[in-house]
């Protein structure tokens, strides 16, 4: 393999890992409520195994699926670039569209089933107060 090679999987490894961390944290932004469930586990899993696949077909592609110990070492580079420099502001943004799309298209949802679930009591509550009138007389 060529050194010209070596450094495009290298510089490729890098940015691959910045990119695997990045969806990792949108992954991490959408399953913040099941943590430690076994439904975050099996999902994460499934991530991890498509992640490794497109490291793979990379590998395939660039230098016919040949790993060297230091490909390992750029990935640990991408994800140290990643969470010194940017993951700040990439979980930041996450954050506040989170927050948007809840307030926009989740919160009248839940308004609606509150007021649903209020009208259920109310309705039970009549019922049983016109059973307890019925054995009363």
Excluded: W
Aim: charged share 20%.
């Amino acid at each position: 393999m060529s050194l010209l090679e070596q450094f495009r999987v290298f510089i490729g490894t890098i940015v691959i890992s910045m990119f695997f961390c990045f969806i990792y944290s949108i992954f991490n932004r959408l399953f913040y409520k099941f943590h430690k469930t076994i439904i975050r586990f099996v999902f994460e899993t499934i991530l991890l195994i498509l992640m490794l696949y497109v490291y793979f077909l990379f590998l395939v592609l660039i230098c016919d699926a040949k790993l060297n110990i230091h490909y390992l070492l750029a990935a640990l580079i991408g994800v140290y670039i990643y969470c010194s420099f940017y993951a700040f502001y990439f979980n930041r943004y996450l954050e506040i569209k989170a927050k948007y799309l809840y307030k926009k298209y989740l919160l009248p949802i839940k308004i609606k089933i509150d007021e649903l679930y209020g009208i259920i009591k109310k309705i039970k509550r009549r019922t049983k107060n016109a059973e307890k009138k019925d054995t009363n007389l």
